[in-house]
């Protein structure tokens, strides 16, 4: 496993990856808003896009400030190296094409989030690349689903947002057996809560968008390479394991091992298709994560609080959080999730589609919006946004019901959100009456 | 490339350049537990400016076959076998800790096919304590995270990497994890030879300390240095683990030595 601190998480959230400055001695990191950076000789230049050396050349491949964010993700995820991405979406969609090529296949989860299952099931098919979905925590189904070409498997380590939790030591498992690596979302959760590298998983993505930025001001993600799959053994990904000849024909295994996905998605994704983050970006991530552990214990003692106030309500018809042991995967957010299983939550009212719509218009604290992860409190109606793409079976089989509403808890006092989900429920009421 | 030494197959990593031996040959020599991907950062650079590179896997290394050897005279003895498969007549050692030890008694071996010799954070001897031998006996990891504590300086146990996005101290424990580190812990501790050794060599040499190692403090590679009347220099704000650590710094002071003394 990939080990990569021996400091403790509140420690890495503050400090990992940067010094003060030599220069100005500056205690914060640095906005280093530049483009590109000098040469100290032609020589130097020469050595730094032939990846002789480490190093900056151009703000869409590397940039300080965001290799600070990177160093400090990956140290919490405890990977061997992170790249940083303009948003989760193009965190996944690099992840799934450094590994993947025309002609191959992916196993995915249902459970995901809805645009990234019209990546894989729309978006990658235009590029001959196939996708078979099934229920991740079905073994059975898992191995029957893995065929020659499969190159990944993929699920969220929480899934969106029927809030299922993948069992990420059995589909490790599986998928180690038969060569492949695990891809594993893990927005929902962040390193606070559950660290996928430890359970076998082998690249992580976020969008760090979410709880990791915690503010809702800027847009982006993550890709964490676990340093420990034998791409070599495996020998099923050659983009890694063959000659790439934009850079004298380097193998990108032999050459980094343990770094090696990381390095190759530097040299080819990051340099050819630019889904770079800004300094900026970076900037105001870092300064979520400084206190990521701390918003997430609040964001998860307000959950559960939410969770038991809305159980004890008549006009609540069903409430499903992965630490009720009316989820059905409960058993396995215990084992993956000892601090609890994050703060997302899912209920229905009374009064189905329309009632959904009569609760989330009466909020006034509240924000009915498509984001999660925010300090405040959003809520939303998948049916008719996120997942509206979807047709009725595909949203079935996603865990999503047309009264389904999705809360994602902040951090504010609980009393407040209680009250403004009280005044919801009065709205829900005079309409089922 | 895959060359045979002793019938097993054996790894060299060639810096991404097809091998000439007829070039002078830069040798990268691994400390324990490690292998070639520990020079990733200083081979590149040499096999494109005009010498060849060898850096290979021990047996039972990485990517090399065969069962690993168990002292340092025998590691010192197949390298020169390996060079000798491969046809290498001029050579430049560069050998990291333990590596450099090897280094030293293929040195004596290789008499005038030696340009020079470099030692990165090294000295005659390296001592190791009987804890971390014992622990690497019954955890390969539990002992590179000893190790890794002990051998990461400051900065990099702060998480800072001179390669944007990395997490030097993940790649050195996967590493390590990944090869028979307790025997190469006991043959570095079992070496006693290379005071000796080193009093022999008489090629140009070159030392490279780092100022925060813990591991083979500073005081006893200027000791290494006094004997071999080296060149000298120390890297700040670095720790045991120099090439991974501070490969840029550890590059330049490679590759400054080295072409100096190259025709």
């Given at each position: 496993?990939?080990?990569?601190?021996?400091?403790?998480?509140?420690?890495?959230?503050?400090?990992?990856?940067?010094?003060?400055?030599?220069?100005?001695?500056?205690?914060?990191?640095?906005?280093?808003?530049?483009?590109?950076?000098?040469?100290d000789?032609?020589?130097?230049g020469?050595?730094?896009?032939?990846?002789?050396?480490?190093?900056?050349?151009y703000?869409?491949?590397?940039?300080?400030?965001?290799?600070?964010l990177?160093?400090?993700?990956?140290?919490?995820?405890?990977?061997?190296?992170?790249?940083?991405?303009?948003?989760?979406?193009?965190?996944?969609?690099?992840?799934?094409?450094?590994?993947?090529?025309?002609?191959?296949?992916?196993?995915?989860?249902?459970?995901?989030?809805g645009?990234?299952?019209?990546?894989?099931r729309?978006?990658?098919?235009?590029?001959?690349?196939?996708?078979?979905?099934?229920?991740?925590?079905?073994?059975?189904?898992?191995?029957?689903?893995?065929?020659?070409?499969?190159?990944?498997?993929?699920?969220?380590?929480?899934?969106n947002?029927?809030?299922?939790?993948?069992?990420?030591p059995?589909?490790?498992?599986?998928?180690?057996?038969n060569?492949?690596?695990?891809?594993?979302?893990?927005?929902?959760?962040?390193?606070?809560?559950?660290?996928?590298?430890?359970?076998?998983?082998?690249?992580?993505?976020?969008?760090?968008?979410?709880?990791?930025?915690?503010?809702?001001?800027?847009?982006?993600?993550?890709?964490?390479?676990?340093?420990?799959?034998?791409w070599?053994?495996?020998?099923?990904?050659?983009?890694?394991t063959?000659?790439?000849?934009?850079?004298?024909?380097i193998?990108?295994?032999?050459?980094?091992?343990?770094?090696?996905?990381?390095?190759?998605?530097?040299?080819?994704?990051?340099?050819?298709?630019?889904?770079?983050?800004?300094?900026?970006?970076?900037?105001?991530?870092?300064?979520?994560?400084?206190?990521?552990?701390?918003?997430?214990?609040?964001?998860?003692?307000?959950?559960?609080?939410?969770?038991?106030?809305?159980?004890?309500?008549?006009?609540?018809?069903?409430?499903?959080?992965?630490?009720?042991p009316?989820?059905?995967?409960?058993?396995?957010?215990?084992?993956?999730?000892?601090?609890?299983?994050?703060s997302?939550?899912?209920?229905?009212?009374?009064?189905?589609?329309?009632?959904?719509?009569?609760?989330?218009d009466?909020?006034?604290?509240?924000?009915?919006?498509?984001?999660?992860?925010?300090?405040?409190?959003?809520?939303?109606?998948?049916?008719?946004?996120?997942?509206?793409?979807?047709d009725?079976?595909?949203?079935?089989?996603?865990?999503?019901?047309?009264?389904?509403?999705?809360?994602?808890?902040?951090?504010?006092?609980?009393?407040?959100?209680?009250?403004?989900?009280?005044?919801?429920?009065?709205?829900?009421?005079?309409?089922?009456k | 490339?895959?060359?045979?030494?002793?019938?097993?197959?054996?790894?060299?990593?060639?810096?991404?350049?097809?091998?000439?031996?007829?070039?002078?040959?830069?040798?990268?020599?691994?400390?324990?537990?490690?292998?070639?991907?520990?020079?990733?950062?200083?081979?590149?650079?040499?096999?494109?400016?005009g010498?060849?590179?060898?850096?290979?896997?021990?047996?039972?290394?990485?990517?090399?076959?065969?069962?690993?050897?168990?002292?340092?005279?025998?590691?010192?003895?197949?390298?020169?076998?390996?060079?000798?498969?491969?046809?290498?007549?001029?050579?430049?050692?560069?050998?990291?800790?333990?590596?450099?030890?090897?280094a030293?008694?293929?040195?004596?071996?290789?008499?005038?096919?030696?340009?020079?010799l470099?030692?990165?954070?090294?000295?005659t001897?390296?001592?190791?304590?009987?804890?971390?031998?014992?622990?690497?006996?019954?955890?390969?990891?539990?002992?590179?995270?000893?190790?890794l504590?002990?051998?990461?300086?400051?900065?990099?146990?702060?998480?800072?990497?001179?390669?944007?996005?990395?997490?030097?101290?993940a790649?050195?424990?996967?590493?390590?994890?990944?090869?028979?580190?307790?025997?190469?812990?006991?043959?570095?501790?079992?070496?006693?030879?290379?005071?000796?050794?080193?009093?022999?060599?008489?090629?140009?040499?070159?030392?490279?300390?780092?100022?925060?190692?813990?591991?083979?403090?500073?005081?006893?590679?200027?000791?290494?240095?006094?004997?071999?009347?080296?060149?000298?220099?120390?890297?700040?704000?670095?720790?045991?683990?120099?090439?991974?650590?501070?490969?840029?710094?550890?590059?330049?002071?490679?590759?400054?030595?080295?072409?100096?003394?190259?025709?």
């Open positions: 496993m990939g080990k990569s601190s021996f400091l403790g998480p509140e420690t890495i959230a503050l400090h990992s990856g940067y010094q003060p400055d030599p220069l100005y001695g500056s205690r914060a990191a640095p906005i280093y808003q530049t483009t590109s950076y000098v040469f000789t032609v020589d130097e020469a050595s730094l896009f032939n990846i002789e050396k480490g190093g900056h050349i703000s869409r491949i590397t940039n300080p400030t965001v290799a600070i990177e160093q400090r993700i990956a140290a919490l995820e405890g990977g061997s190296g992170a790249v940083c991405t303009a948003s989760g979406m193009s965190a996944l969609y690099v992840a799934f094409i450094t590994l993947c090529s025309a002609g191959d296949h992916i196993v995915s989860a249902t459970q995901i989030y645009s990234t299952a019209t990546l894989l729309h978006t990658l098919k235009r590029f001959d690349i196939e996708c078979t979905f099934v229920s991740i925590n079905d073994e059975d189904a898992l191995q029957g689903a893995i065929q020659k070409n499969t190159k990944l498997v993929f699920c969220e380590s929480i899934g947002p029927g809030l299922e939790v993948s069992d990420l059995a589909i490790s498992k599986i998928a180690h057996d060569g492949i690596p695990v891809v594993v979302d893990a927005t929902f959760a962040t390193p606070s809560l559950c660290k996928p590298i430890e359970h076998g998983v082998d690249i992580v993505v976020h969008s760090v968008t979410k709880w990791m930025g915690g503010h809702g001001v800027a847009i982006g993600g993550v890709i964490v390479d676990g340093g420990s799959f034998d070599g053994k495996s020998a099923k990904h050659p983009t890694l063959e000659p790439y000849e934009p850079f004298h024909g193998s990108f295994w032999e050459e980094y091992g343990p770094s090696a996905f990381v390095m190759r998605i530097r040299a080819e994704s990051m340099r050819d298709l630019g889904p770079s983050m800004s300094p900026h970006t970076a900037f105001l991530l870092l300064q979520g994560i400084e206190t990521l552990n701390l918003r997430m214990r609040r964001h998860v003692e307000n959950a559960k609080q939410l969770t038991q106030w809305l159980l004890k309500q008549e006009l609540v018809r069903w409430v499903n959080h992965p630490d009720l009316e989820n059905s995967t409960h058993s396995i957010a215990e084992r993956l999730f000892p601090n609890g299983a994050g997302m939550l899912c209920f229905g009212v009374e009064g189905g589609r329309e009632g959904g719509s009569a609760f989330l009466a909020l006034v604290l509240c924000s009915n919006l498509a984001n999660v992860g925010d300090s405040r409190t959003l809520v939303l109606h998948p049916a008719s946004t996120t997942h509206s793409r979807l009725d079976e595909t949203m079935k089989s996603a865990g999503i019901s047309p009264d389904l509403i999705r809360v994602s808890a902040g951090i504010e006092s609980v009393e407040d959100i209680i009250q403004d989900f009280k005044v919801g429920l009065k709205a829900v009421g005079r309409l089922v | 490339m895959i060359i045979k030494v002793n019938k097993y197959k054996t790894f060299i990593a060639t810096g991404g350049q097809v091998f000439d031996p007829k070039k002078p040959t830069v040798v990268f020599v691994p400390g324990s537990g490690l292998d070639h991907r520990c020079w990733a950062l200083q081979s590149r650079w040499f096999a494109f400016h010498y060849s590179v060898f850096a290979p896997d021990f047996p039972g290394h990485s990517l090399s076959e065969g069962d690993p050897l168990v002292s340092i005279e025998e590691m010192g003895i197949w390298l020169v076998e390996a060079l000798d498969v491969a046809g290498v007549d001029s050579i430049h050692l560069v050998g990291h800790s333990m590596g450099f030890l090897i030293l008694e293929s040195a004596v071996l290789l008499k005038g096919r030696l340009k020079t470099t030692a990165v954070a090294s000295a001897s390296i001592p190791v304590n009987e804890y971390l031998i014992t622990t690497a006996e019954s955890s390969t990891s539990s002992a590179a995270d000893l190790m504590r002990w051998g990461f300086g400051s900065h990099a146990q702060l998480g800072v990497s001179a390669v944007p996005g990395m997490q030097p101290i790649i050195g424990r996967q590493i390590m994890s990944d090869n028979p580190l307790a025997t190469d812990l006991k043959a570095c501790h079992n070496y006693s030879a290379g005071k000796s050794i080193a009093e022999r060599v008489d090629c140009p040499s070159n030392v490279i300390l780092a100022d925060e190692d813990k591991m083979t403090p500073s005081k006893f590679g200027m000791e290494l240095a006094s004997i071999l009347n080296a060149k000298v220099s120390k890297i700040k704000n670095s720790g045991h683990m120099l090439p991974m650590e501070s490969p840029k710094r550890t590059l330049d002071s490679i590759k400054s030595f080295i072409t100096e003394h190259t025709n």
